[in-house]
């Protein structure tokens, strides 16, 4: 069966990932990205503008690929240590599994408050500045383990601080990295 979700109209469309990479305008005619010297790169690395981009995902395991593979892009473009840019991958990554529809019986009862034809999707938005790299990942989960729980530990040391809360859809987890740059 093809994922598909409706429109205004009802008119089915096809669910597919899509990425919103559109960034601040050129400033007086110049880019707003480039390469200037960094101090994990030997002299250089990117001149990340402060953007945002937007995932839009099928809510499914398949896809958290795409979700990891950003997140690693963005902070590598920050300038973050190898070991900063696995640590955020990784945060991501549990984050959003946490937001997956249940895959056990309770499925039956999650795809049922959905119209039909409408499948549950991811969405991730990264907003990037030189100090801090804040993700919020939101999805079809409508109850979240409970804060003392490991997922919650592993989240907040990998990345600082970690919000959740409840939303129209399911839920959402905040994640902040602050990176260190210029404040």
């Given amino acids: 069966m093809a994922r598909a979700e409706h429109d205004a109209a009802g008119a089915a469309r096809p669910l597919v990932p899509s990425v919103d990479l559109s960034g601040?305008?050129?400033?007086?005619?110049?880019?707003?990205?480039?390469?200037?010297?960094?101090?994990?790169?030997?002299?250089?690395a990117p001149v990340t503008p402060p953007g945002r981009v937007d995932l839009r995902l099928p809510a499914d395991p398949a896809y958290l690929s795409v979700l990891r593979t950003t997140a690693a892009a963005l902070a590598a473009r920050l300038d973050l240590s190898v070991d900063d840019v696995e640590d955020l991958r990784i945060a991501v990554d549990e984050a959003a599994s946490l937001l997956l529809p249940p895959a056990d019986a309770g499925r039956a009862e999650?795809?049922?408050?959905?119209?039909?034809?409408?499948?549950?999707?991811?969405?991730?938005?990264?907003?990037?500045?030189?100090?801090?790299?804040?993700?919020?990942?939101?999805?079809?989960?409508?109850?979240?383990?409970?804060?003392?729980?490991?997922?919650?530990?592993?989240l907040e040391a990998l990345v600082g601080e970690v919000r959740t809360e409840r939303t129209p859809q399911g839920s959402a987890i905040r994640l902040v990295h602050v990176t260190g740059g210029p404040a």
């Fill in 110 to 154: 999650e795809r049922s408050r959905r119209p039909p034809g409408e499948d549950a999707v991811l969405e991730a938005s990264f907003d990037v500045s030189p100090e801090r790299l804040v993700v919020e990942v939101r999805g079809p989960a409508r109850h979240l383990p409970e804060r003392g729980a490991v997922a919650w530990a592993v």
């Fill in 24 to 44: 601040p305008p050129p400033v007086d005619g110049r880019p707003t990205t480039g390469w200037a010297p960094g101090p994990s790169t030997g002299g250089a």
